[in-house]
């Protein structure tokens, strides 16, 4: 699985504890959409594109449920959207590999 290469998934010990202070700090307001009950914490800054797990960083967004007011899931969007906008150019794109065979070469 690829799970163990993704450096978003590599939060920190306490990342628990920052979770219910960021959720606490903002009255679980979501940074997406500015509504109440998010339930989950987002980095402001993907970490990919070189964001911390600071606190700074981090806000309420809706996650695992969704906004009572607007009906979407904040977080699936956001994130929807960063793959796209997250893809420049000179991005390594899995589908354009020049030396991919079309298929396997039997009998080698
Ligand atoms: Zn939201
Ligand atoms: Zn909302």
Do not use: F, K, L, W
């Given at each position: 699985m690829a799970w163990s290469n993704n450096?978003?998934?590599?939060?920190?010990?306490d990342w628990q504890q920052r979770r219910r202070l960021v959720l606490k700090r903002d009255n679980r307001?979501?940074?997406?959409?500015?509504?109440?009950?998010?339930?989950t914490v987002d980095h402001l800054v993907n970490i990919r594109r070189?964001?911390?797990?600071?606190l700074a960083n981090l806000a309420p967004i809706h996650g695992k449920a969704r906004c009572a007011?607007?009906?979407?899931n904040c977080h699936a969007v956001k994130t929807a959207r960063e793959s796209h906008a997250a893809r420049p150019s000179r991005y390594r794109t899995?589908?354009?590999?020049?030396?991919?065979?079309p298929g396997l070469l039997p009998g080698k």
């Open positions: 450096p978003d998934r590599h939060y920190p010990s307001v979501c940074h997406a959409c500015q509504h109440g009950g998010a339930d070189g964001g911390t797990h600071d007011e607007c009906g979407i899995p589908e354009a590999h020049p030396n991919r065979h």
